[in-house]
């Protein structure tokens, strides 16, 4: 069993590690730095974007649990709809954030 974990997590790093090889390619990027930091700054935003929009997925479906245990007592309910009032909130706040960064990038043309 012990094997069979050590030979799975050697193939998952070896798989990871392809990506990374990629780049060490010649002909991949035009050599221009600019290009690459634009390339790593996107791939951190499409990942930051992914984790923040399940963040607040994770929030409502709290929220709703919390709602069907609380069976109508006040202070349960109370603190379902904190999970709720801060689930908008992060979907403001994520919605501003992008919506500010795509309008920094058209100006800017990048």
């Given amino acids: 069993m012990v094997m069979n974990k050590k030979v799975f997590l050697t193939a998952v790093l070896s798989l990871l590690t392809v990506p990374v090889l990629s780049f060490a390619q010649p002909g991949v990027f035009s050599g221009n730095i ?19 929009v399940a963040f607040v997925i994770v929030m409502f479906v709290i929220a709703g649990f919390r709602f069907f245990q609380a069976h109508g007592e006040p202070t349960k309910v109370a603190e379902a709809r904190q999970f709720v009032v801060w689930g908008l909130a992060g979907t403001a706040v994520i919605v501003l954030a992008w919506s500010v960064l795509a309008v920094v990038r058209n100006q800017f043309g990048v």
């Fill in 34 to 52: 600019y290009d690459v930091v634009n390339l790593i700054i996107s791939i951190f935003l499409n990942v930051l974007w992914t984790v923040a």
